[in-house]
């Protein structure tokens, strides 16, 4: 099928480069629409990496900077299991980060840097790195995200 994707490109630009992130808009539109929406309000931008796991994730976009912090709403646990893309598969794919409750994603996203399989269907999958792969890989805790923009879609 060669219909064009009209997904949406996230562009963060880190203090270690910049990441370009597809967003499965489509496929994931509740995750999709909460953070797209955060990033056209500015939310991210200035806000550091709190989590680095070597191997498994990096994790940011906490407002207080630690792990415990909030965005307005919550939204509710959105996963698609037999979509292929959205599952936890390998080094670059971007997810939400939640409490003990499924639904209580918010603004808190996270970055594989490894196959995390164990995530699947636990955890919303809506976008991955498509340019970016080696500033991800050097990326720490502390790391900040200075800019974070909607490029617009990629056309096939």
Do not use: W
Not at 23 to 52: C, E, M
Not at 55 to 80: H, R, W, Y
């Amino acid at each position: 099928m060669n219909t064009p994707n009209t997904d949406p490109i996230v562009v963060m630009e880190t203090n270690k480069g910049t990441l370009k992130i597809q967003i499965y808009a489509k496929d994931a539109p509740i995750t999709s629409q909460n953070f797209l929406d955060l990033v056209n309000r500015g939310f991210y931008n200035g806000l550091n990496f709190h989590r680095y796991e070597p191997g498994f994730c990096l994790q940011g976009g906490c407002p207080k900077g630690t792990g415990t912090g909030s965005a307005d709403k919550n939204i509710q646990l959105e996963v698609k299991p037999q979509i292929a893309h959205l599952k936890h598969d390998k080094a670059g794919v971007l997810a939400m980060a939640r409490s003990d409750d499924p639904n209580s994603a918010s603004c808190q996203f996270y970055f594989t840097l490894g196959n995390a399989s164990f995530l699947d269907g636990n955890y919303a999958v809506f976008g991955r790195i498509t340019e970016g792969m080696d500033v991800l890989m050097q990326m720490r805790k502390g790391d900040k995200m200075v800019n974070v923009s909607v490029m617009g879609p990629v056309h096939a």
